[in-house]
């Protein structure tokens, strides 16, 4: 009887690891097919105006007491991911100035800026770019007056996490965090991802984002009613809310670790999701043209784990406008250029007007409206099926 009992519970114990078997398969054929993809790219246009530059934002260290990461260990991730640039949000601290004090000017090729992550005393997170010394000061301040402040100094300010809080659409914040790689975690199950990690975890890590990433839609939603109703201008950004904190370790009296697993390191954070902002060939990249680039709205967001996003663009035929430009509407046609023949879905007012499939699509324009693009790669297999690889800013018909 012991026996039967004892063979049961095994049988039991093998099917239930069959789903996590038949997951690893899938994170296999995703491998897979983003290999044939990248292998398929076309090269950009070469009338092409804009150099296409990828980065990070909101990123944290050691200094702002959230972080385990070393200014070392955020180099090595920006150099092993070939970014551009990386901008820093430290947590403020009350004794010491976190922004003058992280990573700041241009580290092994990499171009650093330095911010802070703030709160309101209406509960908002912002994003100061740059940052302020008074950051650890002004949470007893509006939304609106933290930002006012930061434009007199010639920054940008970031609404976070604008699920969380809606005072920010009265203000007059430059732009909003429309996704937010820590955020989208919270969806993990933890039991689900311990077996997922037993089966992939050593051969596809970066891939098990795949099992549990959103399309970000109720952001998405707050941004398009934001930019319909305010009738200005809100910049798009991803944030990768950097922390290189989760995970387990064994380490010795010195601090040097001797055994351990970090699920979250910055190299594999900076792989999944990329900021990338075009800046006009000639002016080079640098702290004043990459925040300028950035203020206009002349960026979007890729995640760039299951393809590379450089090659994008949307623009207006006739006009020298690109996304984040504001022109009259003259019957214009919109044009949507990308590196990967894929599903372009054409979105006005948060709404989705048409769709295409290419590497080159145009869409005619011919009422007011914030129109912006979202793509798809419809050959991704599941878990990632379905959903989103980039997403745009918009160009404004006024």
Same mark, same amino acid.
């Given at each position: 009887?012991?026996?039967?009992?004892?063979?049961?519970?095994?049988?039991?114990?093998?099917?239930?690891?069959?789903?996590?078997?038949?997951?690893?398969?899938?994170?296999?054929?995703?491998?897979?097919?983003?290999?044939?993809?990248?292998?398929?790219?076309?090269?950009?246009?070469?009338?092409?105006?804009?150099?296409?530059?990828?980065?990070?934002?909101?990123?944290?260290?050691?200094? #702002?007491?959230? %972080?385990?990461?070393?200014? *070392?260990? /955020?180099?090595? @991730?920006?150099?092993?991911?070939?970014? !551009?640039?990386?901008?820093?949000?430290?947590?403020?601290?009350?004794?010491?100035?976190?922004?003058?004090?992280?990573?700041?000017?241009?580290?092994?090729?990499?171009?650093?800026?330095?911010?802070?992550?703030?709160?309101?005393?209406?509960?908002?997170?912002?994003?100061?770019?740059?940052?302020?010394?008074?950051?650890?000061?002004?949470?007893?301040?509006?939304?609106?007056?933290?930002?006012?402040?930061?434009?007199?100094?010639?920054?940008?300010?970031?609404?976070?996490?604008?699920?969380?809080?809606?005072?920010?659409?009265?203000?007059?914040?430059?732009?909003?965090?429309?996704?937010?790689?820590?955020?989208?975690?919270?969806?993990?199950?933890?039991?689900?991802?311990?077996?997922? #990690?037993?089966? %992939?975890?050593?051969?596809? *890590?970066? /891939?098990?984002? @795949?099992?549990?990433?959103?399309?970000? !839609?109720?952001?998405?939603?707050?941004?398009?009613?934001?930019?319909?109703?305010?009738?200005?201008?809100?910049?798009?950004?991803?944030?990768?809310?950097?922390?290189?904190?989760?995970?387990?370790?064994?380490?010795?009296?010195?601090?040097?670790?001797?055994?351990?697993?970090?699920?979250?390191?910055?190299?594999?954070?900076?792989?999944?999701?990329?900021?990338?902002?075009?800046?006009?060939?000639?002016?080079?990249?640098?702290?004043?043209?990459?925040?300028?680039?950035?203020?206009?709205?002349?960026?979007?967001?890729?995640?760039?784990?299951?393809?590379?996003?450089?090659?994008?663009?949307?623009?207006?035929?006739?006009?020298?406008?690109?996304?984040?430009?504001?022109?009259?509407?003259?019957?214009?046609?919109?044009?949507?250029?990308?590196? /990967?023949?894929?599903?372009?879905?054409?979105?006005?007012?948060?709404?989705?007007?048409?769709?295409?499939?290419?590497?080159?699509?145009?869409?005619?324009?011919?009422?007011?409206?914030?129109?912006?693009?979202?793509?798809?790669?419809?050959?991704?297999?599941?878990?990632?099926?379905?959903?989103?690889?980039?997403?745009?800013?918009?160009?404004?018909?006024?």
């Amino acid at each position: 009887m012991k026996r039967r009992i004892l063979i049961a519970i095994l049988g039991l114990a093998v099917l239930s690891q069959i789903p996590f078997a038949y997951r690893r398969y899938r994170l296999r054929q995703l491998r897979n097919t983003i290999q044939q993809l990248a292998a398929q790219r076309i090269p950009p246009a070469p009338e092409n105006e804009y150099v296409d530059y990828k980065g990070v934002i909101h990123v944290h260290s050691l200094l #702002g007491g959230h %972080s385990t990461g070393t200014f *070392a260990e /955020l180099i090595a @991730a920006a150099k092993a991911n070939q970014l !551009d640039f990386v901008i820093m949000t430290e947590h403020p601290q009350a004794e010491f100035d976190t922004s003058a004090m992280t990573l700041n000017g241009t580290h092994a090729g990499i171009l650093f800026i330095n911010g802070n992550e703030v709160a309101t005393a209406g509960g908002d997170r912002l994003l100061l770019i740059p940052g302020t010394s008074n950051a650890a000061a002004i949470n007893i301040q509006s939304t609106q007056q933290i930002v006012e402040q930061q434009k007199l100094n010639g920054g940008l300010a970031l609404a976070a996490y604008p699920s969380e809080s809606e005072s920010w659409k009265s203000s007059a914040v430059d732009g909003v965090e429309v996704y937010n790689l820590f955020t989208n975690t919270r969806q993990i199950r933890p039991v689900i991802m311990f077996f997922d #990690g037993l089966w %992939s975890y050593r051969s596809y *890590a970066d /891939l098990m984002f @795949a099992n549990f990433f959103q399309r970000p !839609d109720e952001n998405l939603r707050l941004w398009d009613e934001a930019n319909v109703t305010s009738k200005r201008k809100l910049i798009a950004i991803a944030g990768n809310d950097a922390h290189s904190n989760v995970g387990l370790s064994l380490n010795d009296s010195s601090g040097k670790q001797l055994i351990g697993v970090k699920l979250d390191p910055y190299e594999r954070s900076f792989r999944t999701v990329r900021t990338h902002v075009l800046i006009k060939k000639g002016n080079g990249l640098t702290r004043e043209s990459l925040l300028e680039a950035l203020s206009q709205g002349h960026c979007y967001i890729s995640f760039d784990l299951f393809a590379e996003g450089s090659g994008f663009n949307l623009s207006a035929r006739n006009s020298d406008a690109i996304m984040g430009d504001e022109i009259a509407v003259t019957n214009s046609e919109l044009i949507v250029r990308v590196p /990967l023949a894929a599903r372009i879905v054409m979105i006005r007012n948060g709404s989705l007007v048409e769709q295409r499939q290419g590497t080159t699509a145009e869409f005619s324009a011919t009422d007011p409206g914030v129109y912006r693009v979202e793509v798809y790669l419809d050959n991704l297999p599941a878990p990632a099926l379905g959903k989103p690889w980039i997403v745009s800013n918009p160009i404004y018909l006024r």
